[in-house]
């Protein structure tokens, strides 16, 4: 069971680079999200999508972009990076309204 | 004001030991409340899920809510140095699509 992958673990970007964060689940889940977790913060809704094709902005959307063309893969991406993004990013996804919320093991992010 | 409030500790107490974990929330319309616990370096696992009002156990650990004090309470009993971790409530509302979350309480079960 391999439930929510995400990929990579660990990345480093210059301050300005791009990149793709992955995540992909087996679930056949419909509803799927992107979370940050910084210190005091707590977990942050950045995008979220519940289903191919449809997307909606989270509690601090900016700076990422997400698309959702299958149902198994939800990729955020950050079109150019600042040391505010330095984070953990956590992609979880649920079956169905009602559901909770299940996690991959995160990507840690830093900024230089 | 935030949604859901949760003491951050640390929380340090013997093996053995009945654990308390607790957070409070203002949005009534919230049905949904779960409990994750969070190892360092690993992803939220959800340990119990509870809808509206009431108990539920899982083997040493028991969850309850009480919708009209909007509290929301984690009980480990007979706790183990393999619970510590950081264990954070969550909670979402019967329509919406967002969760809300607790900050965290970092727990340290001492041999």
């Known amino acids: 069971n391999a439930g929510v992958t995400q990929t990579p673990k660990f990345q480093v970007l210059k301050t300005g680079q791009s990149m793709t964060l992955q995540c992909a689940q087996d679930m056949n889940h419909e509803y799927m999200s992107w979370y940050r977790q910084d210190p005091g913060m707590g977990l942050r809704l950045i995008h979220y999508s519940v289903g191919a094709g449809i997307t909606d902005q989270g509690e601090v959307p900016n700076g990422y972009n997400v698309s959702r063309s299958t149902t198994e893969d939800f990729p955020l991406r950050l079109l150019s990076a600042a040391p505010s993004q330095t984070s953990v990013y956590f992609c979880?996804?649920?079956?169905?309204?009602?559901?909770?919320?299940?996690f991959g093991n995160g990507t840690r992010l830093t900024v230089t | 004001q935030k949604e859901v409030e949760q003491d951050p500790g640390p929380l340090s107490v013997p093996e053995g030991a009945i654990v308390s974990l607790n957070c409070t929330y203002s949005n009534s319309a919230f049905q949904y409340f779960m409990w994750y616990r969070q190892y360092s370096r690993k992803g939220p696992e959800l340990l119990m899920y509870?809808?509206?009002?009431g108990n539920k156990e899982d083997g040493r650990f028991t969850a309850q809510v009480d919708k009209s004090s909007k509290y929301i309470s984690l009980f480990i009993r007979d706790s183990q140095p393999s619970d510590s971790a950081t264990y954070l409530c969550a909670m979402s509302a019967n329509t919406g699509n967002q969760f809300y979350f607790g900050t965290g309480t970092s727990l340290t079960v001492i041999p």
């Open positions: 979880a996804s649920r079956k169905n309204r009602g559901s909770p919320l299940h």
């Open positions: 509870t809808y509206s009002s």
